[in-house]
């Protein structure tokens, strides 16, 4: 027998960097792709701005960063790794969509970065936490980027605006912060400018113009000392029995929400339209406890005194990393989604985020798991009897596909957006 080759090794394991090592490690050795900023920003303070850097197989990694240059410097940021051409137009399609966008150099945007981040640090406050990963989008910050004036805070102090879902106790964090490290009398506080300017009526008719959209009715009043000593879980949910591709998601929701919250955010996340009931329980139907929506005219399916959702929160029941319990929706198609807590980490969040995932949401009322796989088994041969019949129940447009594998993550976080944060 033939002895293996000096310097060979057998089954030999190439280990794959994540995607957040991967931008550690090697986004700067990318070409700058392009870049866009809003218009207007240098009136209003505040920066929507898009890095993306080109891969070799056309691909784009890219970073998304609000600056403001008021006063907090970056509040939040996104990393997106090798993302598809027609993925990343559609990011800037939807930016475009929200407001106006122009192409402008990386030395300017590189410059608004910078300025806002060391603005904000001069008064004590960090950038978001997401920017540990996405910095390594941007150029080091050294002499070899030409260095332009931007204009931070007004009049040379700090002026924080007061967002839009900012709570009480932000708005006083905040101020305190300032007072601490600029002195009394040294900023200004200026009220949400926007509020009121748009009614009730009117955002409804702007936002929920579908009416497969989603409807919360639910409430997010939380007490802020239950807040100021919660954490955040991470979650991967996925729908049992399902295959090629398996259909899961990873989510964080804050440890004081409900498991009524998790329900909407579950809803949101997969794609499903709230068009059932619902139960969370540790092992499917049968087990105890079982957490639900409850009515004076349930059935009992089996179970004596369930749990209303509203009135329990998901750290009452999840108490160490490992831990799983079941998520059934329509007890008709019965989709079982197994929930597996992945993490629980310290960090106080304020809504439910979705990281990743991966498969596209079942239709409602297909038939469960064997109705699903049917569709797909049919829809994957045009000269199938029933193709025709499928189409049109599923609302395609001539030449429009069904992909399987399709999963946006942000459209799934434009719908956690819309239910949670604007309440």
Same mark, same amino acid.
């Given at each position: 027998?033939?002895?293996?080759?000096?310097?060979? #090794?057998?089954?030999?394991? %190439?280990?794959? &960097?994540?995607?957040? =090592?991967?931008i550690?490690?090697?986004?700067?050795?990318? @070409?700058?792709?392009?870049c866009?900023?809003?218009?207007?920003?240098?009136?209003?303070?505040l920066?929507?701005?898009?890095?993306?850097?080109?891969?070799?197989n056309?691909?784009? #990694?890219? /970073?998304m960063?609000?600056?403001? &240059?008021?006063? &907090?410097?970056?509040?939040d940021t996104?990393?997106?790794?090798?993302?598809?051409?027609?993925?990343y +137009?559609?990011?800037?399609d939807?930016?475009?969509?929200?407001? *106006?966008?122009e192409?402008?150099?990386? #030395?300017?945007?590189?410059n608004? %970065?910078?300025a806002g &981040?060391?603005?904000?640090?001069?008064?004590?406050?960090n @950038?978001?936490k997401?920017?540990?990963v996405? +910095?390594?989008i941007?150029?080091?910050?050294?002499?070899? %980027?030409e260095l332009?004036e931007?204009?931070c805070?007004? =009049? /040379?102090?700090p002026l924080y605006?007061?967002?839009?879902?900012?709570?009480?106790?932000?708005?006083?964090? %905040?101020?305190m912060q300032?007072?601490?490290?600029?002195?009394?009398?040294n900023?200004?506080?200026?009220? =949400? $400018?926007?509020?009121? *300017?748009?009614?009730?009526?009117?955002?409804?008719e702007?936002?929920?113009d579908?009416e497969?959209?989603?409807?919360?009715d639910?409430?997010?009043?939380?007490?802020?000392?239950?807040?100021? =000593?919660?954490?955040?879980?991470?979650?991967?949910?996925?729908?049992n029995?399902?295959?090629?591709? @398996?259909i899961?998601?990873?989510i964080?929701?804050?440890?004081?929400? #409900?498991?009524?919250?998790?329900?909407?955010?579950l809803q949101?996340a997969?794609?499903?339209?709230?068009s059932h009931?619902?139960?969370?329980?540790?092992k499917?139907?049968?087990s105890e406890?079982c957490?639900?929506?409850?009515?004076d005219?349930?059935?009992?399916?089996g179970?004596?005194d369930p749990?209303?959702a509203?009135?329990i929160?998901?750290?009452?029941?999840?108490?160490?990393?490992?831990?799983?319990?079941?998520?059934?929706?329509?007890?008709?198609?019965?989709?079982?989604h197994?929930?597996?807590l992945?993490?629980?980490? $310290?960090e106080?969040?304020?809504?439910?985020?979705?990281?990743t995932?991966k498969g596209k949401?079942? $239709?409602?009322?297909?038939?469960g798991?064997?109705?699903?796989?049917?569709?797909?088994?049919i829809?994957?041969?045009k000269?199938?009897?029933?193709?025709?019949?499928y189409?049109?129940?599923?609302?395609?447009?001539?030449?429009?596909?069904?992909?399987?594998?399709?999963?946006?993550?942000v459209e799934?976080?434009?719908?956690l957006?819309?239910?949670?944060?604007?309440?």
């Amino acid at each position: 027998m033939a002895k293996p080759k000096k310097g060979k #090794t057998k089954g030999k394991i %190439i280990q794959m &960097l994540s995607p957040e =090592n991967y931008i550690k490690q090697n986004a700067r050795k990318l @070409p700058i792709h392009e870049c866009w900023v809003n218009r207007g920003w240098k009136t209003d303070g505040l920066v929507s701005a898009i890095v993306s850097r080109k891969h070799t197989n056309g691909n784009l #990694t890219f /970073g998304m960063f609000l600056v403001d &240059l008021k006063c &907090l410097g970056i509040k939040d940021t996104q990393y997106f790794f090798n993302a598809s051409p027609s993925g990343y +137009q559609e990011i800037i399609d939807r930016s475009r969509h929200n407001f *106006e966008i122009e192409q402008v150099s990386y #030395t300017l945007v590189h410059n608004i %970065i910078f300025a806002g &981040l060391e603005f904000a640090d001069d008064y004590g406050f960090n @950038p978001h936490k997401d920017y540990s990963v996405s +910095q390594y989008i941007l150029e080091e910050d050294t002499n070899d %980027i030409e260095l332009m004036e931007i204009e931070c805070g007004r =009049n /040379g102090k700090p002026l924080y605006i007061r967002g839009p879902y900012d709570t009480d106790a932000q708005v006083n964090q %905040i101020i305190m912060q300032l007072e601490k490290t600029g002195g009394f009398g040294n900023f200004e506080f200026v009220e =949400n $400018p926007f509020a009121g *300017e748009v009614s009730d009526e009117e955002w409804d008719e702007e936002e929920w113009d579908n009416e497969e959209e989603l409807n919360y009715d639910g409430s997010l009043d939380f007490d802020e000392r239950e807040m100021a =000593n919660s954490g955040t879980f991470q979650f991967k949910i996925q729908i049992n029995n399902i295959t090629k591709p @398996p259909i899961w998601r990873r989510i964080t929701m804050p440890s004081y929400y #409900t498991f009524f919250h998790f329900h909407y955010a579950l809803q949101a996340a997969f794609g499903w339209t709230n068009s059932h009931p619902f139960q969370f329980s540790p092992k499917g139907f049968g087990s105890e406890p079982c957490i639900k929506e409850v009515f004076d005219d349930d059935p009992d399916f089996g179970y004596e005194d369930p749990i209303e959702a509203k009135t329990i929160k998901l750290s009452e029941i999840f108490k160490k990393e490992g831990q799983k319990f079941n998520y059934i929706y329509d007890f008709g198609d019965d989709w079982t989604h197994k929930i597996t807590l992945e993490k629980i980490m $310290p960090e106080i969040s304020r809504f439910p985020v979705c990281i990743t995932g991966k498969g596209k949401c079942p $239709p409602e009322d297909c038939g469960g798991v064997w109705g699903f796989e049917n569709m797909k088994h049919i829809l994957a041969d045009k000269k199938h009897e029933e193709y025709e019949e499928y189409i049109e129940w599923l609302g395609l447009e001539p030449g429009e596909t069904w992909d399987p594998h399709e999963f946006d993550v942000v459209e799934a976080n434009r719908l956690l957006l819309e239910l949670f944060a604007t309440k």
